[in-house]
């Protein structure tokens, strides 16, 4: 398929130039037959590129799948078939290909993005379109792409996303993600007590750092509970402190350990059966002056 800027060019050389078709052919290095094509094509025709009309195990249940697609775009997107749900529809009518058919067949969302690659700082931020949004400490000084979308901001580093914020419209602030500090504070606790990342913490945390403010150890003990979140999981973790908060003894050690239970795995089944010996042992003691008889045998000779 050729551009219209190339159709335009070959019409110009034909039309206004009075080159031969041979001549327009060393020039752009199309065929002549080509050339020919859309020197005798109308003005206004436009280059569209024509596929093969395909069969396949799929082709009989077209229809069938696009009226579905099409009564779905009216629905919410929470009530519209996924492709499995169609694929099982489908499978009932006779349908015997694979999955990956479908899919195929079916229309994607384009994702759309305003892409740009840009440094972290020192403060583990980026800047994107006049704001900052944060990305894990352990990027820092480091080069990453950030994705700008019409509701949020992604950032992708070794092709996986790091960090996704929602995005910010006005000029000048600030999205802080307080889990990307965790590595930090573990160094230095004290960041903590007026860090603007962990302004936001959720409603249980904010509670245990106001309740720990008494201990003289208390930043160090918080830090050991933040730390538990990329083990154990931020929904555990406040689990742990809600119990923990209730009983009132505030303590790295009680967290970790109520956090230890909820998150233990259960024992595995013990065996029905008790282990059974082929060959019952005898009470003999003669066999035992067998055994010394033929070790002092082996040592004589």
Aim: proline residues 5%; aromatic residues 8%; contains cysteine.
């Amino acid at each position: 398929m050729i551009s219209m800027e190339m159709l335009g060019k070959i019409r110009r050389m034909y039309f206004r130039d009075k080159l031969s078709l041979h001549q327009i052919a060393k020039r752009t290095g199309l065929s002549r037959n080509t050339i020919r094509k859309w020197v005798r094509a109308p003005e206004a025709t436009q280059p569209a590129y024509q596929r093969c009309a395909t069969f396949n195990k799929l082709s009989p249940f077209h229809e069938t799948l696009e009226q579905a697609l099409k009564a779905d775009s009216f629905r919410a997107k929470h009530n519209r078939r996924s492709a499995k749900a169609l694929f099982e529809q489908i499978k009932a009518d006779g349908y015997d290909g694979g999955y990956s058919q479908l899919t195929a067949f079916m229309p994607t969302a384009f994702d759309g993005y305003v892409e740009r690659t840009v440094r972290v700082s020192s403060t583990c931020l980026i800047s994107v379109a006049r704001n900052r949004y944060s990305v894990p400490c352990e990027r820092v000084g480091q080069w990453v792409s950030s994705r700008l979308y019409p509701t949020r901001v992604v950032v992708i580093a070794d092709e996986t996303m790091i960090a996704s914020h929602e995005r910010l419209f006005d000029r000048d602030q600030v999205s802080f993600d307080w889990q990307h500090y965790i590595p930090l504070i573990e160094r230095k606790p004290g960041a903590l007590r007026n860090g603007a990342p962990f302004a936001d913490l959720p409603k249980p945390l904010q509670q245990l750092k106001r309740g720990l403010r008494r201990h003289g150890n208390g930043d160090r003990v918080m830090t050991q509970v933040l730390a538990a979140v990329p083990i154990a999981g931020l929904d555990a973790v406040l689990v742990a402190v809600e119990l923990v908060l209730e009983s009132g003894s505030l303590s790295a050690d009680h967290i970790l350990n109520v956090l230890a239970r909820l998150t233990s795995t259960a024992p595995p089944p013990s065996a029905e059966t008790s282990l059974q010996l082929k060959i019952a042992p005898v009470a003999n003691t003669a066999r035992y002056d067998r055994l010394r008889t033929t070790d002092e045998e082996t040592r004589n000779a």
